[in-house]
T-cell receptor, first 115, second 111 residues
Framework: DAGVIQSPRHEVTEMGQEVTLRCKPI?????LFWYRQTMMRGLELLIY????????DSGMPEDRFSAKMPNASFSTLKIQPSEPRDSAVYFC?????????????FGPGTRLTVT | GENVEQHPSTLSVQEGDSAVIKCTYS??????FPWYKQELGKGPQLIID?????GEKKDQRIAVTLNKTAKHFSLHITETQPEDSAVYFC??????????FGRGTSLIVHP
């Protein structure tokens, strides 16, 4: 398997613009996670899905952030409008969870810079 | 919720030396403790994990220990090599579904 695939790998945008990050989880995995990594706050869980359904979005910082998972093989994280403080590396991870157990596999991340 | 503290934030060693990274956790219900290695420009990758019914686990040059009474666990890397240089994260969770991560340790191995 190719592992978790994220696109784009790098995104530079101006404040106020809409940003969409994309993720393709590992085939067969039933859970998907979006994380944000910064020097100040470390690795933060933003939202996770199980069987394409959002389970917990309490980590989403503001209403400007939204995430969707229209099917088992694709998810998006959207920021609208973007702000400079959104600059970070965003990771997608997937796992196959059975009885509450399932190791996470991370993608390579998208480095977002908002100027 | 769970809170994971990780120390040190930076660790510099000479090639061939051992490296130890320590973590503490707050939730006594946590029973799964994975360690991740993040190389530059890549996502974290699971390198070893331990469950609460085990006190120690080894995989070649890497070992993890767990003290449930004290609520701390450690990663030990022996005979370090330059390719071990990376950021290492500890984590804790009930089951392995949603881990809480430590802040990371930047390990630098000097040739």
């Amino acid at each position: 398997d190719a592992g978790v695939i994220q696109s784009p790998r790098h995104e530079v945008t101006e404040m106020g613009q809409e940003v969409t990050l994309r993720c393709k989880p590992i085939s067969g995995h039933n859970s998907l996670f979006w994380y944000r990594q910064t020097m100040m706050r470390g690795l933060e869980l933003l939202i996770y899905f199980n069987n394409n359904v959002p389970i917990d979005d309490s980590g989403m910082p503001e209403d400007r952030f939204s995430a969707k998972m229209p099917n088992a093989s694709f998810s998006t994280l959207k920021i609208q409008p973007s702000e400079p403080r959104d600059s970070a590396v965003y990771f997608c991870a997937s796992s196959y969870v059975v009885a509450g157990l399932g190791e996470q596999y991370f993608g390579p991340g998208t480095r977002l810079t908002v100027t | 919720g769970e809170n994971v503290e990780q120390h040190p934030s930076t660790l510099s060693v000479q090639e061939g030396d051992s490296a130890v990274i320590k973590c503490t956790y707050s939730d006594s219900a946590s029973n799964y403790f994975p360690w991740y290695k993040q190389e530059l420009g890549k996502g974290p990758q699971l390198i070893i994990d331990i469950r609460s019914n085990v006190g120690e686990k080894k995989d070649q040059r890497i070992a993890v220990t767990l003290n449930k009474t004290a609520k701390h666990f450690s990663l030990h890397i022996t005979e370090t090599q330059p390719e071990d240089s990376a950021v290492y994260f500890c984590a804790a969770s009930q089951g392995s579904y949603i881990p809480t991560f430590g802040r990371g340790t930047s390990l630098i191995v000097h040739p």
